[in-house]
Nanobody, 123 residues
Framework: QVQLAESGGGLVQPGGSLTLSCVAS????????MGWYRQAPAKERELVAD???????NYAQSVKGRFTISRDNARNAVYLQMNALKPEDTAVYYC?????????????????WGQGTQVIVSS
């Protein structure tokens, strides 16, 4: 009943920028924390950034000063602005939304994940 649609990935040169978007669909009642994770080949999935309902943000040390996470509650969306991209940023990026949806008149909690969008940073 809840789906997350990601967009914005692609191929970019080192030093370039990309903006990732993730929009949740369904009867969303509220969204607590939204975040972005990434997984590089042969590595574990790691947190890139997240943002709480009161707009507190948290970033991985490797992306501080380069990435900015934001949210739009009216659109059930979370964004990741990525600047000064490096080859080591290459990974599949997954959005995550910890939310409550209304299903059959009942509130249900979901830990929802997007399908992943590929980011390749290469010259």
């Amino acid at each position: 009943q809840v789906q997350l649609a990601e967009s914005g990935g692609g191929l970019v040169q080192p030093g370039g920028s990309l903006t990732l978007s993730c929009v949740a669909s369904g009867s969303i009642f509220s969204i607590r924390t939204m975040g972005w994770y990434r997984q590089a080949p042969a590595k574990e999935r790691e947190l890139v950034a997240d943002i709480t309902s009161d707009l507190t943000t948290n970033y991985a040390q490797s992306v501080k000063g380069r990435f900015t996470i934001s949210r739009d509650n009216a659109r059930n969306a979370v964004y990741l602005q990525m600047n000064a991209l490096k080859p080591e940023d290459t990974a599949v990026y997954y959005c995550n939304q910890d939310l409550t949806a209304v299903v059959a008149g009942l509130k249900r909690d979901y830990d929802s994940w997007g399908q992943g969008t590929q980011v390749i940073v290469s010259s």
